[in-house]
């Protein structure tokens, strides 16, 4: 089962994972009412789990399901990859960053076929259920919320003022004469930043399509395909950014189209 509130995401890790033998796709779900509600009637025996959904963290999922009696073999999907080590640490058979890539998925798949045979040939849970997994998993959610607060709002000075802008908020940055400009849902700000330090200081889900532009994927509303193969995408505030042919690629394989 996979599950991931970007449609895109879950597209493409559900064709990755229907090209590889034995390996059967029976849901998909993209919040934690309707994984829950699709676990119960599927009962699967893996669930790719994203980490990062707006009703809820997929250590959330995990939980709830642990504690109604059920122990699936758990493969967290995510860009954040703040969270490998700890997931390690939990009951997860592996994690996968996006992009997916078929080599790393191959990888994951061993693990996971390794770890369904061991819990078939024992007839039991996997070892670490119950406490000790909750305990982990609290430890994990611990870390998420950390970096949420920490990465949560984008420092800006403007005209002798310190303005903490949601991140969230933020549709699109863009280059303006030798400044950066960061376009919010309510207002515009003149930054100091220049692009490349606000990619890496906002990294996913913000993605570079063009040389003088960022853009937030979750901001996007349309994908109008244009010239020599390449885009222009609407935003949520209606404004048109271009998709230049040299970013193009990794927009395609992070878009899943």
């Not at 504690?67 to 999907?77: L, T």
Request: glycine share 4%; aromatic share 10%; hydrophobic share 40%.
């Amino acid at each position: 089962m996979v599950v991931d509130d970007e449609r895109p995401a879950r597209d493409e890790l559900c064709f990755l994972l229907r090209e590889i033998p034995d390996m059967e796709v029976v849901g998909e779900a993209g919040s934690r009412e309707e994984t829950i509600r699709k676990f119960l009637e599927l009962r699967p025996d893996a669930i790719f789990l994203d980490i990062q959904m707006p009703d809820a963290s997929g250590v959330d999922v995990a939980r709830e399901l642990l504690q109604m009696g059920y122990s699936p073999a758990i493969v967290f999907a995510t860009a954040y990859d703040q969270f490998a080590i700890d997931a390690f640490d939990i009951n997860a058979v592996d994690y996968l960053l996006k992009p997916f890539h078929e080599e790393r998925l191959a990888e994951t798949m061993q693990r996971l076929k390794k770890r369904i045979e061991g819990k078939n040939l024992n007839s039991t849970s996997f070892p670490e259920t119950n406490h000790e997994f909750l305990t982990k998993l609290d430890h994990i959610y611990s870390s998420l919320n950390a970096v949420k607060e920490r990465e949560g709002k984008l420092k800006v000075e403007e005209n002798g003022m310190i303005f903490l802008i949601p991140i969230g908020d933020i549709i699109y940055a863009t280059i303006e004469e030798r400044s950066v400009r960061v376009v919010t849902r309510d207002r515009s700000y003149l930054t100091n930043y220049t692009l490349t330090q606000l990619e890496g200081l906002l990294k996913s889900p913000f993605l570079r399509v063009h040389k003088s532009y960022l853009a937030q994927i979750d901001q996007i509303r349309s994908i109008i395909p244009w010239f020599n193969n390449t885009y222009n995408l609407i935003m949520t505030d209606n404004s048109k950014i271009p998709v230049s042919r040299t970013y193009v690629k990794a927009f395609r394989e992070r878009m899943g189209i």
